[in-house]
């Protein structure tokens, strides 16, 4: 079946510039989650949704940004007033439900010149 | 502060010898740990988990150890391939904190012909 999508692949914008990064999870899944990997490091949380509602929010770095999933499906990533230090890598994961595992998408390559 | 650790950034060995990649934790509330395999440009793809209520659980070549007195973790690859070359992240999740994952910073395996 269909994994993880992430659009687009690649994006390069400007300092200053405003983004917004797409996810479609695995269909049925109801829990998502969008992590941020820099070069050399693991990925870091931002935040998690059940449902349509963000659960945790608690790794967001500032309040330039923001996520949604109005519908409880797709969600969108947006960051405004873009800086260089936010390029690196989002990924994003979705889980059926507890105990389950987290399957990710292939990313979104963020570069801000 | 880094409360999952993989302190090897690199490792290699020869095809049909074992591989063994180690990580170490700080938080005690963590009980469920997982090893996902990354690609150049894919995003991470799960490989094996464990339960902080089992030592050890085994998938093919594949077998995670867990001891929890240590707050130590091993992932087994044997025999390795060419095809195992990758980074490995170690992660380890809460779940009464909605699972998200805490990443260690990865070892990238290169298995040798």
């Known amino acids: 079946g269909a994994g993880v999508s992430q659009t687009p692949s690649n994006k390069v914008t400007e300092k200053g510039k405003y983004v917004e990064l797409r996810c479609d999870p695995i269909?049925?899944?109801?829990?998502l989650y969008w992590y941020r990997q820099s070069l050399g490091q693991g990925p870091e949380f931002l935040i998690y949704?059940?449902?349509?509602?963000?659960?945790?929010d608690s790794g967001l770095p500032n309040d330039r940004f923001f996520a949604v999933r109005p519908e409880g499906s797709v969600s969108t990533l947006k960051i405004q007033r873009t800086e260089r230090g936010d390029s690196a890598v989002y990924l994003c994961?979705?889980?059926?439900?507890?105990?389950?595992?987290?399957?990710f998408g292939p990313g979104t390559r963020l570069l801000v010149l | 502060d880094q409360q999952v650790k993989q302190n090897s950034p690199s490792l290699s060995v020869q095809e049909g010898r074992i591989s063994i990649l180690n990580c170490d934790y700080t938080?005690?509330?963590?009980?469920?740990f997982l090893w996902y395999k990354k690609y150049p440009a894919e995003g991470p793809t799960f490989l094996i988990s464990?339960?902080?209520?089992?030592d050890k659980n085994e998938d093919g070549r594949f077998t995670v150890f867990l001891n929890k007195s240590a707050k130590h973790l091993s992932l087994h690859i044997v025999p390795s391939q060419p095809g195992d070359s990758a980074v490995y992240f170690c992660?380890?999740?809460?779940?009464?904190?909605?699972?998200?994952?805490?990443f260690g910073e990865g070892t990238q395996l290169t298995v040798n012909p």
């Open positions: 949704f059940q449902g349509t509602g963000a659960a945790d």
């Open positions: 269909s049925g899944h109801t829990a």
């Open positions: 938080n005690s509330m963590f009980d469920y």
């Open positions: 992660a380890a999740s809460q779940e009464t904190s909605g699972s998200r994952l805490t």
């Open positions: 994961a979705s889980r059926q439900g507890p105990q389950e595992t987290q399957y």
């Open positions: 464990i339960s902080s209520i089992k």
